[in-house]
């Protein structure tokens, strides 16, 4: 699939093209772009500069208006820019129509993920899940490539009298997408067999959007040494761990995570995957307090929980991370303008709709350490829970071992 993948250099230089539309005011156009520029630096793009066009709606044949896209043109030429990236899917006919005028590499969304994503796999699951992932991106917009697929079929029979290139190279991608679908299913019994295997520990699975800190909770309370990087994506493989909180022991996964703008058959190509998360017992929602807009980013993660994982009535504790991070802009006396998020500070944040949460919330610093026994104390409440209904015999140990440790506890502070 080396149609789909960005050749790495890191000089590469982009520009980011997004839409102001009556549906996405330019305040969360500007936003999606930061995140798309993100999402071009983890891949190693340089971004230049960032272009948005207010308008009704995506333009069918060039996505912008044709003065906008003549201006990009021009910045295009006069700026050396070898990539633009657009912050929506793009139609075959669309990028067509782009390349054809700009004479770049045309990007979107979805493709610049994937790459993410072909750089990201380390095991052979999550090449699978990616190439297949990819496969189905490329089928719809078979009409804009050039290069021969290479064959993985063919001989006496295989081809009718007549067929285009496009129709073999279709034939040839249907069958490869037939194929690591067969080989995923193989991987999701082997899965299966593992998860059952690990016997009846309560499951804890860390979800939230990329680039929270759940790989970094992960390696504090596992004391191990998942990879963890200030960039989107960086856990793609899922990991499972052994950990004891005072006596009890669980097993704590680290998922992939979720991100705006994603469409569901990328997702669903992670199923298995994803299966680590519908097995858990216990979902840490991890979230990511700093960032400007961590309340949509809660509801996209709630979402795909709900829509593809089937997860979102488990038992769940939510984890506001990053709080060494937080900052917020305090409003002038003068100032009779209503309050934005950005100026509220973290305590008036803990008093609105978070205090609904009660006992399932705990702000937290995964980097700093902080509140960490908190969260440890309320991971164990909820996996206890979960334990004494499998093994309801064990509630005794349980109350010893709490009366044990209260007075140790107890004679400590005297």
């Not at 839409?19 to 891949?43: G, S």
């Not at 990028?95 to 770049?104: D, F, G, P, R």
């Not at 095991?123 to 899940?129: E, G, I, R, S, Y």
Request: proline share 2%; glycine share 4%; aromatic share 8%.
């Amino acid at each position: 699939m080396k149609d789909l993948i960005i050749d790495k250099e890191s000089s590469e230089r982009a520009v980011i093209i997004g839409l102001i539309t009556p549906q996405q005011n330019e305040a969360k156009a500007r936003e999606y772009l930061d995140e798309l520029e993100f999402l071009a630096d983890t891949a190693g793009a340089v971004t230049v500069r960032k272009f948005t066009q207010k308008v009704n709606g995506a333009d069918s044949r060039t996505f912008v208006g044709k003065g906008k896209l003549e201006e990009i043109r021009q910045y295009v030429e006069d700026n050396e820019i070898g990539m633009a990236i657009f912050d929506d899917d793009l139609t075959a006919k669309q990028v067509a129509n782009i390349e054809k005028e700009l004479k770049i590499k045309i990007l979107d969304r979805t493709s610049l993920i994937l790459d993410i994503f072909a750089r990201r796999a380390q095991t052979a699951n999550a090449k699978t899940q990616v190439e297949l992932a990819q496969y189905q991106y490329l089928l719809p917009r078979l009409t804009r490539m050039w290069t021969h697929l290479e064959r993985q079929r063919g001989g006496i029979g295989m081809r009718g009298p007549g067929e285009t290139q496009i129709e073999t190279d279709r034939r040839i991608i249907l069958d490869k997408i037939s194929r690591l679908k067969a080989e995923l299913k193989d991987i999701d019994r082997q899965k299966s067999i593992q998860r059952k295997n690990r016997g009846k520990l309560t499951r804890v699975a860390l979800v939230g959007y990329t680039n929270v800190g759940k790989s970094t909770l992960m390696n504090l309370l596992s004391k191990s040494d998942v990879f963890a990087e200030n960039k989107l994506f960086a856990t793609l493989d899922t990991t499972v761990r052994k950990v004891i909180v005072d006596n009890l022991p669980f097993l704590l996964t680290d998922t992939v995570g979720f991100i705006r703008k994603l469409p569901t058959h990328l997702v669903e190509s992670f199923k298995s995957t994803l299966d680590e998360v519908r097995d858990a017992d216990v979902l840490v929602h991890v979230v990511d307090i700093s960032h400007p807009n961590f309340e949509e980013q809660i509801e996209v993660v709630n979402k795909t929980l709900s829509d593809v994982c089937g997860s979102a009535d488990k038992p769940m504790i939510m984890v506001f991370n990053k709080v060494d991070a937080f900052s917020f802009t305090p409003k002038d006396e003068d100032d009779l303008t209503p309050k934005t998020r950005a100026n509220y500070s973290l305590d008036e944040l803990k008093s609105s709709w978070m205090s609904k949460l009660g006992d399932d919330a705990v702000f937290i610093s995964a980097k700093k350490g902080i509140n960490i026994d908190e969260l440890k104390a309320k991971i164990y409440e909820k996996a206890k829970q979960v334990h004494l209904t499998r093994f309801p015999y064990n509630d005794f140990l349980f109350q010893k071992y709490d009366e044990d440790f209260d007075a140790t506890a107890g004679s400590s502070d005297d």
